[in-house]
T-cell receptor, first 113, second 110 residues
Framework: NAGVTQTPKFQVLKTGQSMTLQCAQD?????MSWYRQDPGMGLRLIHY???????DQGEVPNGYNVSRSTTEDFPLRLLSAAPSQTSVYFC????????????FGEGSRLTVL | TQLLEQSPQFLSIQEGENLTVYCNSS?????LQWYRQEPGEGPVLLVT?????EVKKLKRLTFQFGDARKDSSLHITAAQPGDTGLYLC??????????FGTGTRLTIIP
């Protein structure tokens, strides 16, 4: 069972570069989300989607864009990377919306120089 | 944004000892989840509690939801090295998005 798949696992960028973190799930979950995890700050919600064609902002959306053209895929785009975006990024999906079990990918570690 | 405080932030104990970690908020949760995260992996759900006063057991782990639904605890009996990891609580407040605590990093020393 693949579950939630994130790519790449590691990435180094220079300030100002752009990139896309890919996320795909094969569980037919409507709800998908992106979090960033920084030391001592837990997981913070960046953007989320309740279904194809619908996205909304989370707690820390600035500097990131998302789209949801299919149920399976939910890419996260960094428009112009900044050192403050150095973090570990997790994609998650759930069948049950708020309060439902979140299934996470293995994470993508991003370093911005 | 609702705040969840977890304590302690770090805990290191010997194998076989018991421990309790806490998750607190000033607001009422509609539901609360506990996740465990191992290095290099994403968090994995351990339990969801919904009813005030609820107690759930998962082998050596006991989860309790406070009567007022503002706090929760995780008790581990006879800790084992396999229990090492980051324990995260996550609370839902009404229909708002899930909020994660900052976590307790647990190390069990063989």
């Amino acid at each position: 069972n693949a579950g939630v798949t994130q790519t790449p696992k590691f990435q180094v960028l220079k300030t100002g570069q752009s990139m896309t973190l890919q996320c795909a799930q094969d569980m037919n979950h409507e709800y998908m989300s992106w979090y960033r995890q920084d030391p001592g700050m837990g997981l913070r919600l960046i953007h989320y989607s309740v279904g194809a064609g619908i996205t909304d902002q989370g707690e820390v959306p600035n500097g990131y864009n998302v789209s949801r053209s299919t149920t399976e895929d939910f890419p996260l785009r960094l428009l112009s990377a900044a050192p403050s975006q150095t973090s570990v990024y997790f994609c998650a999906s759930t069948l049950g919306g708020v309060g439902g079990e979140l299934f996470f990918g293995e994470g993508s570690r991003l370093t911005v120089l | 944004t609702q705040l969840l405080e977890q304590s302690p932030q770090f805990l290191s104990i010997q194998e076989g000892e018991n421990l309790t970690v806490y998750c607190n908020s000033s607001s009422v949760f509609s539901s609360l989840q506990w996740y465990r995260q191992e290095p290099g992996e994403g968090p994995v759900l351990l339990v969801t509690v919904v009813t005030g006063g609820e107690v759930k057991k998962l082998k050596r782990l006991t989860f309790q939801f406070g009567d007022a639904r503002k706090d929760s605890s995780l008790h581990i009996t006879a800790a084992q090295p396999g229990d090492t990891g980051l324990y995260l609580c996550a609370g839902a407040f009404g229909n708002e998005k899930l909020t994660f605590g900052t976590g307790t990093r647990l190390t069990i020393i063989p």
